[in-house]
């Protein structure tokens, strides 16, 4: 069974926008932190934003102010809302629950996002 669907990725230009879905079982998203995640080829998959349970939020030095995360509990989804897109932004990316520092289920099949010059 899928616990986690990525969606929302295509390819956009420089300074546009994408806005990234993640749905999860309740069992998965329910209580959990529930992070962003991205990897470029040739590089390490790196957190982009996290948002805890309550709302809470942080961000890597290269989203903030661009990227905002976001949680509708009541649907089991996560959002990345993704603006002012850069080439370096060009990954595929993925999103993965967590509590007390461990990851939960598994990784998902990912969404590309591909930001042309």
């Known amino acids: 069974q899928v616990q986690l669907m990525e969606s929302g990725g295509g390819l956009v230009q420089a300074g546009g926008s994408l806005r990234l879905s993640c749905a999860a079982s309740e069992r998965l998203f329910s209580g959990n932190d529930m992070g962003w995640y991205r990897q470029a080829p040739g590089k390490q998959r790196e957190l982009v934003a996290r948002?805890?349970?309550?709302?809470?939020?942080n961000y890597a030095d290269s989203a903030k102010g661009r990227f905002t995360i976001s949680r509708d509990n009541a649907k089991n989804t996560v959002y990345l809302q993704m603006n002012s897109l850069k080439p370096e932004d060009t990954a595929v990316y993925y999103c993965r629950a967590q509590k007390y520092g461990i990851y939960l289920g598994s990784w998902g099949q990912g969404t590309q996002v591909t930001v042309s010059s």
């Open positions: 948002i805890t349970s309550g709302g809470s939020t």
